[in-house]
């Protein structure tokens, strides 16, 4: 692909094909430094980062269900901008507490932004003690303290409509599923397919691993109840299946052996000693 720069760029109307909040975000920076207006139409709620941070530095955004538009040509104004922690690094976390007995942790400033909150709903609709404190705001971006709590889960129907609210969290909600008690059933996550890699098929061969029942199908799958086993797994590289399948070792019955987990450091860099000061001893 050539990119040849130095033209004038002109609004446009774009419908999205998949619901993506990267590209959602690449055509409103475009709109910027563009003529005219610019309106991006998505088939699903997605992230809006970017339009809240534009908001906060003085951007003018129209928005309806669905349907953001920009005039071009504004003048961003400075702003100190304070980012909150991270949501989907948190979920690791709060799982490895739900799964342990008489856990109970509180994880400080974390952006409970209602685009991204789609895991909490999950565990809470699975039966996940999990409470926010002390709700702010950063900017134009919600933030609170998360307390979670020792819980036993159980198996459900996950709704599709909070697919696009929790499409980073999935690895980590298998393994949520895993252990609770009946069968959870996941649809409508056919994106995993291509990410860092085929998440529901690394996520549901990891499992197997370790003694689960995963059965697969084309945009979802069925994750069985049980007792996770110790055994060695494979990562593919993608950082947040590596970290989903450490969390399973935390209460399996053997060690746990997760191959290929560099991309960690540069996702979650003080993952392994997070965990430890969860008193799980990870190597």
């Not at 409470?131 to 702010?136: A, D, G, P, V």
């Not at 996950?158 to 949520?176: C, G, N």
């Not at 890699?197 to 994750?223: P, Y």
Request: hydrophobic share 45%; aromatic share 4%; with cysteine.
């Amino acid at each position: 692909m050539l990119v040849q720069g130095g033209r004038q760029l002109k609004g446009i109307d774009y419908t999205l094909p998949v619901a993506s909040a990267q590209v959602k975000s690449a055509i409103l920076l475009a709109g910027l430094y563009a003529d005219g207006i610019t309106t991006v139409k998505e088939p699903a709620i997605t992230r809006d980062h970017t339009e809240r941070m534009l908001l906060t530095m003085g951007v003018e955004i129209d928005k309806a269900e669905r349907r953001i538009s920009m005039r071009g040509a504004q003048t961003l104004a400075a702003r100190d901008i304070k980012v909150p922690a991270d949501l989907s690094s948190a979920s690791f976390v709060m799982l490895a507490a739900i799964l342990s007995s008489a856990a109970e942790i509180l994880i400080e400033g974390v952006g409970v932004n209602p685009t991204r909150t789609g895991v909490l709903d999950i565990l809470q609709s699975m039966g996940a003690d999990i409470s926010l404190e002390n709700k702010q705001l950063y900017g134009e971006e919600p933030v609170a303290d998360i307390r979670v709590r020792s819980s036993t889960l159980q198996g459900c129907a996950i709704d599709p409509d909070l697919v696009s609210l929790a499409i980073d969290e999935f690895p980590v909600l298998f393994v949520a599923a895993a252990r609770a008690k009946g069968k959870t059933v996941f649809s409508g996550i056919g994106e995993l397919r291509v990410k860092e890699s085929d998440r529901i098929a690394t996520m549901a061969t990891g499992l197997r691993n370790l003694g689960i029942r995963v059965d697969e199908s084309d945009d979802g799958a069925v994750v069985h109840w049980g007792d996770f086993q110790g055994g060695e797994v494979e990562s593919h590289g993608d950082h947040r299946v590596a970290m989903s399948l450490a969390v399973a070792g935390c209460v399996a019955a053997g060690p746990v052996t997760v191959n290929d987990v560099a991309a960690v450091d540069t996702s979650f860099p003080g993952f392994k000693d997070c965990l430890g000061k969860l008193g799980i001893d990870v190597q």
